[in-house]
């Protein structure tokens, strides 16, 4: 936010779209689904909607890959395709989560994931590498660390507490 006029700028809404954008990806399909009144589809459409922000979020490692690289610490070997592999396992977990008989080896995967970012996120912010939102610095934590935590009791909740039978989850 600008501090001379107390409104905030293009280039900060430009900031806050990737967190929006993965928030609605994220709980659209169950949000649609509790609208349909389809009660008995609910875990497998928040399971959609994990599949369709890892999507998202993969694809980033390929759109913003220098930029990404950015976010690793330089010690560390093999950034630009540490990047590229990240982006393909978010690919191949999108695609787990939403199948019933891989749903909750891939959610466990997910968290696990979510756990190892985190250090990479918080690195990022403190560099302000220029991708993200990490750009804003440490502040960006302030938003960063929750959402993340909230993806991770959805993938939790949604993909692992609340099992049933595959043939439950399925849309009809």
Not at 46 to 70: C, D, E, K, N
Not at 87 to 116: D, H, K, N, Q, S
Request: hydrophobic share 55%; charged share 10%.
């Amino acid at each position: 936010m600008s501090i001379e006029s107390g409104t905030i700028t293009d280039n900060e809404i430009a900031k806050m779209i990737a967190p929006i954008l993965m928030l609605t990806l994220l709980v659209a399909p169950y949000i649609i689904c509790r609208l349909l009144h389809r009660i008995h589809q609910l875990q497998h459409s928040a399971a959609i909607g994990v599949g369709m922000m890892l999507m998202l979020t993969g694809s980033s490692h390929f759109v913003r890959t220098q930029q990404m690289t950015q976010m690793l610490p330089e010690f560390m070997p093999l950034r630009y395709e540490a990047v590229l592999i990240t982006g393909i396992l978010e690919w191949v977990l999108a695609l787990l989560v939403v199948f019933p008989a891989t749903r909750p080896t891939a959610a466990v995967a997910v968290l696990v994931m979510l756990m190892a970012f985190l250090p990479v996120n918080i690195y990022s912010a403190w560099v302000e590498a220029p991708v993200g939102g990490h750009q804003w610095g440490i502040s960006y934590l302030i938003l960063r660390i929750p959402l993340q935590l909230f993806i991770a009791g959805w993938v939790w909740y949604w993909l692992l507490s609340r099992r049933t039978t595959p043939s439950s989850t399925f849309i009809r």
